[in-house]
């Protein structure tokens, strides 16, 4: 893994669907960046050489023939966007992922660790108690990880 992504953010979408990245974040992504739908509805930020990977990855299993996996390559590649900071390291959102993701004004950028995750606030709030709470107990969730 290339790149380390720690850290929480608060930043707004402004009234272009734009938000900052954290400056942290911003020379992994000053080539380009690929946001994608991102797991439990948020958006993932993968730098090129991740967003890569995972493209190739699918690109093989839809080789294999199974329809499912052509279909998954299909929504992926369809609902991905290439984005670009600019001077100041906003990155615009397209219209049809702030809908997926719900994005409204209030969003919280949190560094996912080999990824960027972008949340509507309240939505992060509810997500963050559930692995706040598995980590309180990590002896279950390495069991529950085992099964």
């Known amino acids: ?18 938000i900052v ?16 739908k991102g797991s439990e509805g948020c958006l993932a930020l993968l730098t090129p050489t991740r967003f890569h990977d995972i493209a190739q990855a699918m ?11 052509r279909s998954a390559k299909r929504s992926f590649g ?5 984005v670009l900071p600019d001077k ?6 397209p219209e049809d992922l702030r809908l997926f993701a719900r994005l409204e004004r209030e969003c919280v ?13 309240s939505r992060w709030q509810e997500v963050t108690e559930v692995g706040d709470s598995l980590l309180e107990s990590p002896d279950e969730f390495s069991d529950s990880d085992q099964t």
Do not use: N, T, Y
């Not at 720690?6 to 930043?11: D, I, M, P, T, Y």
């Open 1 to 18: 893994m290339d790149e380390l992504f720690v850290g929480q953010f608060e930043h707004a979408l402004d009234a272009k669907g734009r």
């Open 109 to 121: 950028i949190v560094g996912a660790i080999d990824e960027v995750e972008i949340w509507d606030r």
């Open 78 to 82: 369809a609902g991905a966007a290439r």
């Open 88 to 93: 100041q390291g906003r990155i615009a959102v």
């Open 59 to 69: 690109a093989s299993r839809s080789e294999e023939g199974d329809v499912r996996h």
């Open 21 to 36: 990245l954290p400056a942290s974040f911003r020379a992994s992504f000053d080539q380009s960046g690929f946001l994608i």
